[in-house]
């Protein structure tokens, strides 16, 4: 499975945009991206996933730069509960996640 | 978005005992659930991938009689720890590939709440 790179932490002031940042050099044609985020003593929670175009939910909204060597994940306004821990994952068809070590995000009131 | 469930949410067991999770997808068909262990300030390291019908297939370094799992119908896998001892303390998540949302294109993982399991 191709590897990512995610910073290990990160902290934001409440109500303000929050930009995590995924490198993923190795990335192949087929591979998707995915983000995850876990809340304390809880299991992952679906984020977003992305191909190629930039996607946007009602959670967040995922930058996937042209070459497709790094993506962001955007939280437009980060409250107290987005306090957690951000995966990003490349997943191919059907196989499986694995995941890093992700981005320790840490919200300030 | 799905819903997993998983019982009990926590266990304390003594040492050589066996304990059973249960992990239900609640609004979905899953053909395939997969186990995750995760110690204290780690990642979620994947143990199996349960395929419905079918024996599981475990990772390198997961003893298969220890961790025996079923996974019986389209909505339920169970995880049994057999023989537990202390060191098999975790968190153990399990997931549940299905359709996002809205999403036609990929299948992602929909991941339970979690069993906490402390062996005395």
């Known amino acids: 499975d191709a590897k990512t790179t995610q910073p290990n932490s990160m902290e934001s002031n409440e109500e303000e945009p929050v930009h995590l940042p995924c490198n993923h050099s190795?990335?192949?044609?087929?591979?998707?991206i995915h983000w995850y985020r876990q809340l304390p003593s809880q299991g992952p929670e679906y984020v977003i996933h992305?191909?190629?175009s930039n996607v946007n939910n009602r959670m967040a909204s995922l930058a996937i730069a042209e070459d497709r060597k790094s993506s962001t994940l955007i939280l437009h306004r980060a409250t107290l509960r987005d306090a957690a821990v951000y995966y990003c994952i490349l997943k191919t068809g059907a196989n499986n996640l694995f995941f890093g070590t992700g981005t320790r995000l840490t919200v300030i009131p | 978005g799905a819903v997993v469930s998983q019982h009990p949410s926590w266990v304390i067991c003594k040492s050589g005992t066996s304990v059973k999770i249960e992990c239900r997808s609640l609004?979905?068909?899953?053909?395939?659930m997969f186990w995750y262990r995760q110690f204290p300030k780690q990642s979620l390291m994947l143990m199996a991938t349960s395929n419905e019908g079918s024996k599981a297939t475990y990772e390198q370094g997961v003893e298969k009689d220890k961790f025996l799992i079923n996974h019986a119908s389209l909505t339920l896998s169970t995880l049994t720890v057999t023989s537990a001892h202390p060191e098999d303390s975790s968190f153990y998540i399990c997931?549940?590939?299905?359709?996002?949302?809205?999403?036609?294109?990929?299948?992602?993982?929909?991941f339970g709440p979690g069993t906490r399991l402390l062996v005395l």
């Open positions: 997931s549940a590939r299905g359709w996002a949302s809205g999403s036609a294109d990929q299948e992602t993982q929909y």
């Open positions: 992305g191909l190629t």
């Open positions: 609004d979905f068909q899953a053909t395939t």
């Open positions: 190795t990335i192949s044609g087929t591979d998707y």
